[in-house]
């Protein structure tokens, strides 16, 4: 462009000018969505991708679509700049430009410009699966760092607020304090105690907004419509603290100032945003709140710990980020590095870690995960079993820990069916079981995976003594599996989508591979015999396998006798667990059959389907020859980065068709299976 043209395209146009004539650096990727404060299934905002681009109007969103008020303003040399989230604009402010966008696996970061100034702001949700008090509040970071383009210092005041979209109703209380220079709001609809809203946010608790005073700064504070605190704002860069009469008024915006006067060094302010549930989940009528609560009970405490907790919590976060990206790239190229970091936060952000609501004992730690966007169910046995490979590689007890809920209720004898339930509760909080049998039905799917993972958490701990407690139980399933897992009777499998199949060959295997692991957690052979002789009627032609005409060997197929295939993730539990159910010459015809079947988007779940799956997708990967599992790789990578999704990563995805290329799902913590390569290769609690 030449000067000349700049110069008239400056004058007439500049509010576009600021969003088009900078293209924006996104590092690594432009993701679907940017996760902003993801820590749990009720703080889960999020930023779409293609909103970048408009940054100081964009609308952040919960997981499940619906806009979230969360806006972020500056006032440089005493203009006002509108830099995030600024639906609409008032007069005389202006939008920020855009820089950069980029995200990490625990960090998403924008960075714009606006006057001499510029900002970095730094949505940080911490993934922390073994620091329990940590990873359980409920809470998020927003970090602002601002600094001078140039050598003049400039006159700063930086403004956040949130607004009651986040109580999933109209708020209807809400309170204001400070304490140890931590000020808060605290606001809530009020609803019944476990209600969702029709977008599932949580109708009970508070959301909390918080800012916390330095030295450095002053700090002040404002509620009320988001046009009167923003005006505020713009017109003193102070607002009305509590300490000067400021009462909480609900039907608006909480906001905070601070006023940074004349920098000329880079300086941080910190806000903190979060969603407390005291009465976390309903399990099986009891209450279970988080597990910091043992140590913070009321919620400034929370929050000051919160803050206090800074720079713990960017050190492991940094040294996190830098092992995904390291240890990614080594095993599979960067591509797979970019996808663990998209889905890093998204697994953990599917969990609530939990003690009892009445004693607090730290003792009995559980942990629920969320089926999110697919049915909304607790506990669900085919989401932890996809998720496996995440926990095997930061903290196998999560196992333990999201296992237990279900097996104590199966222990119970309230379940009336002799397979392993499908999950603990209709809607997530409340695990309130399905005493009348009437959850969906997958009587084997989720027998194998309840051994599988049991074995799983076994061998990656060395703890054999937490399933004695469930002796009881495993013979009963152990002889289901024996009885009708050869010959599968129609039914439902985990990818429910597809509709119920009889003799589906996938649930001979996981029957096969399920009795494998029960012979190692029982320490019977003659249960990993029964296996054995069931992989050999598989894989008898004719039977559980097909010819390729193009690779000229056998495949596994949908359903026994057919020429349809399926992708046969049940086997990568044999190599994970060293299992040995069927000859390992198994995992080379399928990696060698996997590149035929291949549609432009990608393998697709089976042959009748259009969609693929980036969960099954990575187990197979997994075990598969080093040109196959970057075939998956980039597939998946093309996928993420193809920007025709807006919503959080989806684990299933089109693979031809009109739609190819587009999502379906939302958020789901089943994206864990992403770390199927790096179990494989660097074993338990290798991350
Ligand atoms: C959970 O159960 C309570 C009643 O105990 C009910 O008010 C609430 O709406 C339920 N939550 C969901 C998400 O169904
Ligand atoms: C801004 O607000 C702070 C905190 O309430 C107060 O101490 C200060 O005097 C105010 N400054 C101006 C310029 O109004
Ligand atoms: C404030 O700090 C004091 C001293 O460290 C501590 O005892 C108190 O619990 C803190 N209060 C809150 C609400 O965090
Ligand atoms: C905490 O729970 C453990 C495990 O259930 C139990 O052994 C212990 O007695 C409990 N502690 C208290 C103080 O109740
Ligand atoms: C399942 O497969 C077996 C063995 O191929 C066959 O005998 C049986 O008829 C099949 N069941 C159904 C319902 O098709
Ligand atoms: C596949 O090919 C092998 C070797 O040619 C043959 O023995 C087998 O019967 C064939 N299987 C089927 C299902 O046609
Ligand atoms: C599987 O076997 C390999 C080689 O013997 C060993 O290094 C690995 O620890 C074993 N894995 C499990 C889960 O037992
Ligand atoms: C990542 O995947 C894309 C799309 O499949 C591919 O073109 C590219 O070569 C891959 N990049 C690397 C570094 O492997």
């Not at 097909?546 to 949908?558: G, M, Q, R, V």
Request: charged share 15%; proline share 5%.
């Amino acid at each position: 462009m030449t000067r000349f043209t700049s110069w008239v395209v400056g004058i007439l146009l500049p509010l576009q000018l600021a969003y088009t004539s900078s293209a924006i650096d996104y590092t690594p990727i432009q993701p679907p969505s940017y996760p902003l404060a993801v820590r749990n299934p009720y703080l889960s905002a999020w930023l779409p991708g293609d909103q970048v681009a408009k940054l100081p109007t964009a609308q952040p969103q919960f997981w499940y679509g619906n806009n979230l008020g969360w806006s972020v303003l500056a006032n440089v040399d005493r203009q006002t700049y509108n830099l995030f989230g600024v639906s609409r604009p008032a007069v005389n402010t202006k939008a920020a430009t855009v820089v950069k966008a980029s995200f990490t696996s625990t960090h998403s970061i924008f960075v714009v410009t606006a006057g001499n100034a510029q900002f970095t702001l730094d949505f940080f949700s911490p993934v922390s699966p073994k620091d329990y008090v940590r990873q359980s509040l409920p809470f998020s970071y927003l970090s602002i760092t601002t600094a001078t383009t140039n050598e003049r210092p400039s006159d700063i005041d930086i403004y956040s607020d949130i607004d009651e979209s986040w109580t999933g109703d109209k708020a209807n209380s809400c309170s204001n304090s400070v304490s140890n220079g931590t000020h808060l709001y605290e606001f809530s609809a009020n609803g019944a105690t476990y209600s969702q809203s029709r977008t599932e946010l949580a109708l009970w608790g508070k959301v909390v907004f918080a800012a916390h005073q330095s030295e450095i700064h002053t700090l002040s504070s404002m509620s009320g419509p988001s046009e009167a605190t923003r005006a505020q704002f713009q017109a003193t860069g102070n607002l009305t603290a509590l300490s000067q009469g400021d009462t909480c008024q609900t039907g608006g915006s909480y906001g905070f100032a601070y006023r940074l006067g004349l920098i000329q060094k880079p300086a941080t302010v910190r806000y903190a945003v979060g969603v407390v549930r005291e009465d976390a989940i309903n399990y099986l009528g009891s209450p279970q709140t988080h597990y910091y609560r043992s140590q913070y009970s009321d919620i400034p405490s929370a929050v000051n710990h919160f803050f206090d907790d800074y720079d713990a919590a960017l050190k492991e976060s940094n040294d996190l980020d830098a092992s995904i990206k390291n240890t990614g790239t080594d095993l599979a190229g960067k591509n797979y590095s970019d996808i663990l970091a998209l889905s890093m936060r998204q697994v953990m952000g599917g969990i609530d870690l939990t003690i009892p609501a009445d004693t607090l004992n730290t003792s009995e730690v559980q942990a629920f995960i969320k089926e999110i966007s697919s049915d909304g169910n607790m506990n669900t046995v085919d989401i932890l079993y996809p998720a496996l490979p995440f926990f095997y590689v930061f903290a196998p007890e999560y196992i333990r820990l999201l296992l237990d809920p279900v097996l104590k209720y199966l222990k119970s004898g309230n379940y009336p069916n002799p397979w392993v339930v499908h999950d603990i509760g209709t809607n997530y909080p409340n695990a309130t079981g399905y005493d009348g049998g009437n959850d969906e039905r997958m009587p084997l799917e989720e027998t194998g995976n309840l051994f599988i993972l049991v074995d799983a958490y076994e061998k990656a701990t060395g703890d054999k003594t937490w399933a004695k407690q469930y002796d009881s139980i495993w013979p009963g399933y152990a002889v289901y599996l024996d009885n009708y897992g050869l010959y599968p009777s129609n039914q439902l499998s985990t990818t429910d989508g597809l509709g119920a199949f009889t003799n589906m060959t996938s649930l001979a295997i996981k029957a096969a591979v399920g009795l494998s692991a029960y012979s190692s957690i029982s320490g019977q052979q003659k249960w990993g015999g029964i296996g054995a002789a069931f992989a050999a009627t598989i894989l008898v032609p004719g039977t559980g396998t097909a010819n390729s005409s193009i690779t000229k060997l056998p495949y596994l197929d949908l359903t026994y006798g057919t020429k349809d295939w399926y992708l046969t993730f049940n086997l990568y539990p044999q190599a994970l667990l060293n299992l040995t159910t069927f000859p390992s010459s198994i995992f080379e015809s399928q990696s060698d059959f996997y590149p035929t079947v291949r549609s432009q988007g990608g393998v697709a779940i089976s042959s009748n389907a259009l969609w693929g799956k980036t969960d099954w997708d990575f187990w197979v990967a997994a075990t598969s020859s080093e040109k196959t599992m970057n075939m998956f790789v980039d597939d998946v990578w093309a996928y993420a980065s193809n920007k025709k999704n807006t919503q959080p990563f989806s684990d299933r995805y089109y693979v031809k068709g009109d739609k190819e290329g587009l999502a379906e799902f939302r958020a789901r913590p089943t994206v864990g299976a992403h770390w199927a390569i790096w179990a494989l290769v660097k074993g338990p609690n290798s991350g």
